[in-house]
């Protein structure tokens, strides 16, 4: 897997790092949970720009509570289900000031209580919000990791778990990374580019019904 994870990072070197990595430059959890939960059925064009201008606009629990939901909604539109996204957002930061004193949880644990956190936005907001090891598992994780026959999974969550049996530790942080530009740009879900892909000899393509 190391082999396979250092020519995946090579052939990255062409295409944009994904929004949320961008997101996270500043390293605050806060903004990194918030860009996770924007990011949810929406692509990266759009996520990027909808979390910077929220973001600049209530970049703490306490001023992002303090916005209406309209107003929320209107900072982060078009991001898929806007409405719910904004109502989930008020929630989460009320959630966050009465529970963790306007402090987001540094566990996964925890964070898994939280309003709309489920375990991919938990796992990414303690790897690129705190630095803490973490396997966050995405469709394209779970797509390319059962493409490759490095694991056989049915969920996002299986493939969690068989990833943290398998993966050694020192690649956990990178993989979503990784992956997730690699699937957006060549391992595609439908059709992959498996004639321009430089891991070719290492995937078992399976479930590949048609490539070009």
């Known amino acids: 897997m190391a082999r396979v994870l250092k020519i995946v990072e090579q052939a990255n070197r062409k295409w944009s790092t994904p929004a949320l990595d961008k997101v996270a430059r500043r390293k605050n959890p806060f903004h990194v949970l918030v860009g996770c939960i924007l990011s949810l059925r929406t692509r990266d064009a759009v996520t990027l720009p909808a979390s910077r201008r929220l973001l600049r606009r209530a970049g703490t629990p306490a001023k992002l509570v303090a916005l209406t939901e309209e107003e929320i909604q209107k900072a982060v539109y078009p991001v898929a289900f806007y409405r719910n996204k904004a109502r989930n957002l008020r929630e989460l930061c009320r959630e966050l000031l009465d529970r963790h004193a ?111």
């Open 102 to 212: 306007g402090r987001v949880p540094d566990s996964i644990e925890e964070l898994v209580q939280l309003k709309g956190v489920g375990r991919k936005t938990a796992n990414l907001t303690v790897i690129l919000g705190y630095g803490k090891p973490g396997i966050c598992v995405d469709v394209h994780v779970h797509r390319i990791c059962n493409r490759w026959g490095f694991v056989n999974t049915r969920s996002p969550d299986e493939t969690e778990t068989a990833l943290r049996d398998k993966l050694p530790r020192r690649h956990w942080n990178r993989f979503n990374g990784l992956l997730v530009t690699f699937g957006q740009n060549l391992c595609k879900p439908v059709s992959p580019w498996c004639s321009r892909c430089p891991v070719e000899a290492h995937c078992e393509r399976n479930g590949v019904k048609r490539a070009r």
